[in-house]
T-cell receptor, first 114, second 111 residues
Framework: DGGITQSPKYLFRKEGQNVTLSCEQN?????MYWYRQDPGQGLRLIYY???????QKGDIAEGYSVSREKKESFPLTVTSAQKNPTAFYLC?????????????FGPGTRLTVL | EDQVTQSPEALRLQEGESSSLNCSYT??????LFWYRQDPGKGPEFLFT???AGEEKEKERLKATLTKKESFLHITAPKPEDSATYLC????????????FGSGTRLSIRP
C-alpha cells in the first residue's frame, strides 16, 4: 500500500533536548512538507522540500531543522531553540508536477515537552 | 493579506439533519481549494480539490462547491461516522509552499 508513515506516534522531550521526527513516503512524490498543528489553529508550514538535497523554510522554521538526503525521507529535528515545541506534527507529500497538487498527510506525531 | 476563514468553528447536528460548512478566502492567484477530513489524533484525509468557480464534487453524503470568494461543504443526511473536523485549504499560486489552511470546523453528529 502506498502512503506516508510517521514515527513515533508519541514523543516526549525534556527541556534542552533535540528530538527527531521521522517521515517516510512510498508514493514517489517529489515534494514533502512539515506542518505544526496547535488546538484551534490552522496547520502552519515549518519546512518544505521540492527535490532531494534542497529545502526551504516555511512560516515558522525557527527552532527546527530538516534534511532531504533521499526522495522517500524527510526527517524533522526539533531543537532546544524551539521554545514551545508541544504540538501535533504532520508530514505531507505531493507531486507538484502533476495536474493536481493535493497534499497527502501522514498520521502525525504528538510531541510533548516534560 | 491572504486569509482562509472557516465557519462555524463547531457544529452539532442530529443524525439526518443536513447542513453546510463554509470556507471563505481572500487570496490572489487561486490555484485550487482543498477539503480535508481530520479525525482526532490523526492526519488529515484528502476529500476534494476544486479549481474554478461553479465547480462541484461529490463523495457519498458530501458535496463541495466553489464560488469566487468561498466554498461550501454540504452534508446531506449525515451519520454519526461523519463526525470529524473538516479543514479547508487554498493553494494560492504556483509555489508548492503557498497553501494556507483554515482552522477547521468541528462537526458532531448525534445519533
Amino acid at each position: 500500500d502506498g502512503g506516508i508513515t510517521q514515527s513515533p506516534k508519541y514523543l516526549f522531550r525534556k527541556e534542552g533536548q533535540n528530538v527527531t521526527l521521522s517521515c517516510e513516503q512510498n508514493l514517489n512524490h517529489d515534494a514533502m512538507y512539515w506542518y505544526r498543528q496547535d488546538p484551534g489553529q490552522g496547520l502552519r508550514l515549518i519546512y518544505y522540500s521540492q527535490i532531494v538535497n534542497d529545502f526551504q523554510k516555511g512560516d515558522i522554521a525557527e527552532g527546527y531543522s530538516v534534511s532531504r538526503e533521499k526522495k522517500e525521507s524527510f526527517p524533522l529535528t526539533v531543537t532546544s531553540a524551539q521554545k514551545n515545541p508541544t504540538a501535533f506534527y504532520l508530514c505531507a507529500s505531493s507531486n507538484p508536477g502533476a495536474s493536481y497538487n493535493e497534499q497527502f498527510f501522514g498520521p502525525g506525531t504528538r510531541l510533548t515537552v516534560l | 493579506e491572504d486569509q482562509v476563514t472557516q465557519s462555524p468553528e463547531a457544529l452539532r447536528l442530529q443524525e439526518g439533519e443536513s447542513s453546510s460548512l463554509n470556507c471563505s478566502y481572500t487570496v490572489s492567484g487561486l490555484r485550487g481549494l482543498f477539503w480535508y477530513r481530520q479525525d482526532p489524533g490523526k492526519g488529515p484525509e484528502f476529500l476534494f480539490t476544486l479549481y474554478s468557480a461553479g465547480e462541484e464534487k461529490e463523495k457519498e453524503r458530501l458535496k463541495a462547491t466553489l464560488t469566487k470568494k468561498e466554498s461550501f461543504l454540504h452534508i446531506t443526511a449525515p451519520k454519526p461516522e461523519d463526525s470529524a473536523t473538516y479543514l479547508c485549504a487554498v493553494h494560492r499560486d504556483s509555489s508548492a509552499s503557498k497553501i494556507i489552511f483554515g482552522s477547521g470546523t468541528r462537526l458532531s453528529i448525534r445519533p
